[in-house]
Every structure is written in C-alpha cells, then in structure tokens.
C-alpha cells in the first residue's frame, strides 16, 4: 500500500515548456485534489476532483489544467510554464466519506 | 469563505519546555479543523482534527488542540517537544457537512524550531 504517490519528484523547465505531473493513489479514494506551497503563504488548492471523469477550480487554477481519466490517477499540467509557477506541487487524496486528506511526497518544479 | 491565520510564522522553543502554536479561522458557517505538520522535503502528515464532540482533540505524537467556538481559534499545544518535533505545522479549515468535497484551506504555516 504505498498511499499517494507523485512522479517526477524533481524539474526544471524553461519558460514556455510544457509538462505533466503524475498523481496516483491506492487507497480507492473518490477525491483527489493538487496543491502549490509558497513560502509563507500555505497551501493554496489549484484543481480538484470528486470523481473520474470530473474536475474542478480550485483557489489558483489559471495556467494549470487536469485530468481525472482514471479513478487512481490525476494529473497536472503546465501548457506553458511561467517563472511565477515555481513552487511545491502537492497532490492528496481523501475518502468521500471521511475528510482526512492523505497527501503525497511532493514535487519541486523550478521554471527558469 | 473560509480564512485562516496562523500567528506566529517562527516558533523557537527549547527540548522539553512547553510549546503552543496559534491558529485563528473565519468563516460564516461550521467548519472542521485540522493540523498537518511536514518535516524537511516531505509531504504533510494529519497531526490531530476537530469535526465534532469534545472540544480537546489529542493527537499523534503527544500534540493536542482545543477548539473555542467563540474565539474562533484552535490553537495547538505540546506539553515538552523534542528535537524531532521540529518542523512546520499547518492549521487548516473545511466547511463542515461535506458541501464543499472537503476542500481545505490552510493557514500560512509555522514554522517550529526545537533546540537542545
């Protein structure tokens, strides 16, 4: 049971690239959701989803889309990376019927 | 909407000395509160929750937290931290009774640093 797990851990892209982080989970959870972390500012939610086939804005969803095709899976894409979405992407996942959010290692994505 | 405010962004504290981390929420309907904590380069981990009942929550790793309604607070406590609780901790808020899927909106984060 390896709980959430997020690929890659580590990137570096130039600005305009293009990329996709991987979120999976294990635990047959109905929610799943992606986060960024600034310095001092939290967690602030991008996307969310209650289900597969279905996504959601979160708080700072502009320049990320997401797609939930498979209940174990979410993803996260940049179309167009900007120095500005430099940060900790986190992803977690939770049970529909519990509210504990279960959250994965975390990937640090550097835009030059 | 929801809002949270953690008041304090450092905490320094010496090993076994007693350690309480503030955490103020706002929102015009009941919430449900958490504390994640997340060491160095690793993913948040659930310390202890409020949802409902008694307002003393105790938690993993001898942490606890009280709930005051009327303060609108949930402040965390640990009677005497180790050096292995150095780390930054996290208070968080959902809207209570599942409308919102659970979203959370979290506090700016403390950061606590234990020293010998």
């Known amino acids: 049971n390896a709980g959430v797990t997020q690929t890659p851990k580590f990137r570096v892209l130039k600005t305009g690239q293009s990329m996709t982080l991987l979120c999976a989970q294990d635990?047959?959870?109905?929610?799943m959701y992606w986060y960024r972390q600034d310095p001092g500012m939290g967690l602030r939610l991008i996307h969310y989803?209650?289900?597969?086939?279905?996504?959601a804005k979160g708080e700072v969803p502009d320049g990320y889309n997401v797609s939930r095709l498979k209940k174990q899976n979410f993803l996260l894409g940049l179309e167009s990376a900007a120095p500005s979405q430099t940060s900790v992407y986190f992803c977690?996942?939770?049970?529909?019927?519990?509210?504990?959010?279960?959250f994965g290692p975390g990937t640090r994505l550097l835009v030059l | 909407a929801q809002s949270v405010t953690q008041l304090d962004s450092q905490v320094p504290v010496f090993e076994e000395a007693p350690v309480e981390l503030r955490c103020n929420y706002s929102s015009s309907v009941s919430v449900y509160l958490f504390w994640y904590v997340q060491y160095p380069n690793q993913g948040l981990q659930l310390l202890l929750k409020?949802?409902?009942?008694?307002?003393l929550v105790k938690g993993i790793n001898g942490f606890e937290a009280e709930f005051n309604k009327s303060q609108t607070s949930f402040h965390l406590r640990k009677p005497s931290v180790h050096i292995s609780d150095t780390a930054e901790y996290f208070c968080?808020?959902?809207?209570?009774?599942?409308?919102?899927?659970?979203?959370?909106?979290f506090g700016q984060g403390t950061i606590l640093t234990v020293h010998p």
């Open positions: 977690a996942s939770s049970s529909q019927y519990q509210e504990t959010q279960y």
């Open positions: 635990m047959n959870h109905e929610y």
């Open positions: 409020y949802l409902s009942g008694s307002t």
């Open positions: 968080a808020v959902s809207v209570a009774g599942g409308t919102s899927y659970g979203k959370l909106t």
């Open positions: 989803s209650v289900g597969e086939g279905t996504t």
